[in-house]
């Protein structure tokens, strides 16, 4: 490598030679485009994050009803949000570990029953008041109440007592849980002084930023915590969030330099966007994946043969082809992919027109097959619906499909309806996807899946703490949801982010889109 | 004066009564709707105990009638309510998106109705050559055109290509002036495209009716130039039809443009409605009904008041 070059690129990284001015130089120095750009990011890298500027972010899922109670925050934007004014105890790590946030350090007793939480010392909030063990405890209170509206209520079940010891946060639990940090690292339960008890709305936080102009749906500003603890987070000076719901919009805003980053891209675009000069995709697998789902307690799919005959229907190669666009991967009729930390291969069910006939024979139903869809429950639910069709319609199984509004598809077609499409978003840990939707006593169990078995193994894993004995426990429950359960799950979808050249720092992380909602705190503005 | 007075009133007094019966269609529309607030607020994540403890503090377990009279009863002291949805006033939040909606509207029209008018007016003068055709092929075109379509090239064009106006039209409160029309440059444009053939075909329309007139023939045989007896005589005898279109497009302007909202991500009223359509948010909608209400209302009223003053049949009865 020549010196001069090296020399450049480092210039260039300190913001002192811009990137084409760099690229052009390169070009003259006989490097090529690919190897010039590759350097320049690998410098960019080590010189280190650029502090100040103003970050812009296009984002999708806002709207003007938008509440700042982290309780009721339900979309990508107020999540975004969140991350920005708030902090939570522990937090999902880039690799999807646990890492240490407002506790700088907590333990498990043996039987995974009590959990302690030591407080990280000296963290302030954004109006000067101390961050104490009391206010976890009134934050869990808050969302675990009877009285409690959050999104996290579910997740906060089976607590038997919280208790303050100094900087210590005791809490204790009815059965063992080894997911414990997993659930207490979920977005809504960032804390807030006396647990926002008092204005659950003030967004006042230890977060890297703090609010400074605030239009639901529009738009929000933040400017940095000068306090903040963490120098790892939050390296622009301002950060604006740009609610873009419109797909088309949202990548013109990318492409006309007026953000610096977009959340979900579309599949269909994906590709094209990342032609583009000046634009960089990052298409990131993730846990969330489209289903079709049936009630296996419900005529006709409370018959296992009309079930896998389905199951044997399904063209998930396609999907992923034609739904996806290549953005994501082949499910397997269970909810967990790689992505989950214990995760294991299983043998990959296909399509089978013959086994799906032979099932279908065998299950004795006569007539069509009435499956319900809607644009909204997850992009391109009609399309893949009427691929479904044809790939069903070959193996002589006749699906009828009815178009269902988008306004009230969940509350009247979704978990009501027998058999309809849906979409999950997947969750950090198997124990949570499970408990979520395939424990039979789950509120959101949608395949109406009640298997004692599976709920048995299910409070054992939870309640072992030898990895391997829990992966094993964790295999055989996907096998026994693939096999016997109301899920066809045909892929599981990548997460597509944008971001300009503007910006620097993008690294792959587990959970949400942006990676997981930090690139706004991670990345830094070099231009 | 007396009868011009009485027709006025007139059409006042109906005025009102018509928006009373648009709040009861509006109330009643919205209880049609399926699924209930408590479901759209917490989405996919709703349990029950989180969803009848929603339910409770909302008072949705109210009978409909009542909860109408009592938002009624509020609104006559100029109360909109507190939204469902977030528990802020509804009025505040109202009153921004409006401001910002009429000033696209208003934008809009500075630059329409005079541009639609004029073209009208050139388009009479040279009726059935070619800038006549020119114009009516031009305008017609753009209309046709969904305006979305119309959006989305101007983007690629004038924000992606060119980078001369910003594709995404967010104002606020610190913005310019000047800033502010640079921000809203691309949807003002779209949306003058929209409204323009209207106007300029009916203005067109109106005056030729006119044309035919006695009077215009002794006009011309007086000596007067083409575009004086078009401009001079023709016009103010057809003012009343295209004020009336005038308003109908000016009403289009404030309550229609939903799409160029979405498009340009635009905070004005239309995407405030459609989101708290979307969430069931009561109050919020019907305020919101209400005021479009109002707005049709009252622009119509004024199209009829300067209808019947521009009629000296009307303003010196006999």
């Not at chain 1, 806002?62 to 109670?69: A, I, Q």
């Not at chain 1, 089978?352 to 279908?360: C, L, N």
């Not at chain 2, 229609?256 to 995407?271: K, L, R, S, T």
């Amino acid at each position: 490598m020549s010196n001069e070059l090296k020399y450049l690129s480092e210039r260039a990284a300190r913001g002192l030679l811009n990137r084409r001015s760099f690229m052009g130089r390169a070009a003259a120095l006989g490097a090529t485009t690919t190897f010039a750009s590759t350097m320049l990011a690998s410098a960019v890298m080590a010189a280190g994050p650029v502090k100040g500027g103003t970050l812009r972010v296009g984002i999708q899922g806002g709207s003007s009803t938008d509440s700042l109670d982290p309780g009721l925050s339900t979309n990508a934007t107020s999540l975004q949000i969140l991350r920005m004014w708030g902090e939570p105890l522990l937090e999902l790590a880039e690799d999807g570990g646990i890492d240490p946030r407002l506790a700088s350090e907590y333990e498990a007793s043996a039987d995974a029953k009590t959990w302690t939480f030591k407080m990280r010392s000296g963290v302030t909030y954004s109006n000067g008041k101390s961050v104490t063990a009391e206010d976890v405890k009134a934050t869990i209170e808050r969302h675990a109440g009877e009285e409690s509206k959050s999104g996290a209520l579910g997740l906060l079940r089976g607590i038997v007592s919280m208790s303050t010891d100094g900087d210590r946060f005791i809490l204790e639990l009815d059965t063992p849980n080894a997911d414990l940090p997993y659930l207490l690292a979920d977005y809504h339960l960032v804390i807030q002084p006396n647990g926002g008890k008092d204005d659950p709305t003030a967004a006042i936080g230890s977060g890297p930023y703090i609010l400074k102009s605030h239009e639901p749906g529009v738009r929000h500003v933040f400017e940095k915590n000068p306090n903040y603890w963490n120098d790892d987070l939050g390296h622009a000076e301002t950060v604006e969030l740009l609610v873009i719901n419109d797909d088309t919009a949202r990548v013109a805003a990318l492409q006309s330099g007026q953000v610096h980053m977009v959340n979900r891209v579309p599949p269909k675009v994906a590709s094209l966007v990342g032609r583009m000069g000046g634009v960089k995709v990052h298409s990131t697998p993730s846990a969330g994946h489209y289903v079709f789902i049936m009630h296996a307690d419900t005529a006709p799919f409370d018959n296992k043969d009309l079930r896998l005959a389905l199951k044997y229907a399904i063209n998930r190669e396609e999907m992923v082809d034609k739904i996806l666009f290549g953005n994501g991967t082949a499910g397997n009729d269970s909810p967990i992919n790689a992505s989950y930390p214990l995760f294991s291969e299983r043998e990959q069910r296909t399509y089978d027109p013959e086994k799906a006939a032979f099932h279908f024979k065998a299950s004795g139903h006569d007539g069509s097959v009435l499956l319900r869809t809607s644009d909204n429950s997850f992009p391109g639910a009609p399309d893949a619906a009427q691929l479904f069709q044809q790939s069903a319609g070959a193996a002589g199984i006749t699906l009828d499909i009815k178009r269902e509004p988008n306004d009230g598809y969940w509350s009247e077609v979704w978990n009501k309806q027998p058999f309809c499409t849906s979409y999950w978003g997947g969750r950090p840990t198997q124990d949570a996807m499970f408990s979520t939707a395939y424990l039979s006593s789950a509120d959101w169990n949608d395949t109406r899946f009640f298997n004692e078995g599976f709920d048995k193994m299910l409070l054992a894993a939870r309640a072992e703490l030898d990895e391997g004995k829990r992966k094993a426990i964790y295999s055989d429950m996907s096998t026994i949801v693939s096999d016997e359960g109301g899920l066809i799950c045909p892929m599981f979808n990548n997460f597509i982010d944008a971001v300009s050249e503007g910006v620097e720092g993008w690294r792959t992380t587990k959970g949400f889109d942006l990676m997981n909602n930090y690139a706004p705190l991670k990345m830094w503005v070099t231009a | 004066m007396g009868p011009m007075f009485k027709l006025i009133s007139q059409r006042i007094a109906l005025g009102i009564l018509l928006l009373l019966a648009v709040s009861i269609l509006i109330f009643a529309g919205t209880e049609m709707l399926p699924g209930d607030l408590a479901e759209s607020i917490l989405g996919q994540s709703a349990t029950p105990e989180a969803l009848a403890n929603i339910r409770a503090e909302l008072g949705l377990n109210d009978p409909a009638f009542i909860r109408y009279f009592q938002w009624l009863g509020g609104l006559l002291q100029g109360d909109l309510g507190t939204a469902l949805s977030n528990g802020q006033d509804i009025g505040p939040q109202i009153g921004k998106r409006l401001g910002n909606t009429l000033f696209l509207a208003a934008t809009a029209a500075v630059i329409a109705v005079p541009l639609a008018i004029f073209l009208g007016l050139v388009a009479v003068r040279y009726r059935n050559r070619w800038p006549d055709k020119l114009i009516s092929g031009a305008t017609l075109a753009s209309i046709s055109l969904p305006e979305f379509f119309i959006g989305y090239v101007l983007i690629y064009f004038f924000a992606v290509k060119w980078r001369v106006f910003p594709s995404v039209a967010t104002v606020y409160d610190s913005m310019s002036f000047l800033e502010k029309l640079n921000a809203i440059a691309l949807p003002v444009i779209v949306l003058t495209l929209v409204v323009l053939a209207h106007m300029m075909r009916m203005t067109r329309a109106a005056i030729l009716n006119v044309m035919q007139s006695a009077y215009i023939e002794t006009a011309e045989l007086k000596g007067l130039s083409a575009f004086k007896v078009i401009a001079r005589h023709a016009f103010p005898n057809s003012i009343s039809p295209i004020v009336n279109v005038v308003t109908i497009n000016l009403a289009y302007l404030v309550v229609g443009v939903v799409v160029v909202e979405v498009i340009f991500v635009y905070p004005g009223m239309g995407q405030y409605l459609v989101d708290h359509v979307s969430k069931r948010d009561v109050p919020v909608v019907q305020a919101c009904g209400l005021i479009f209400a109002t707005v049709y209302v009252v622009l119509n009223l004024i199209a009829d008041i300067v209808a019947i003053l521009s009629n000296p049949r009307l303003r010196h009865p006999k």
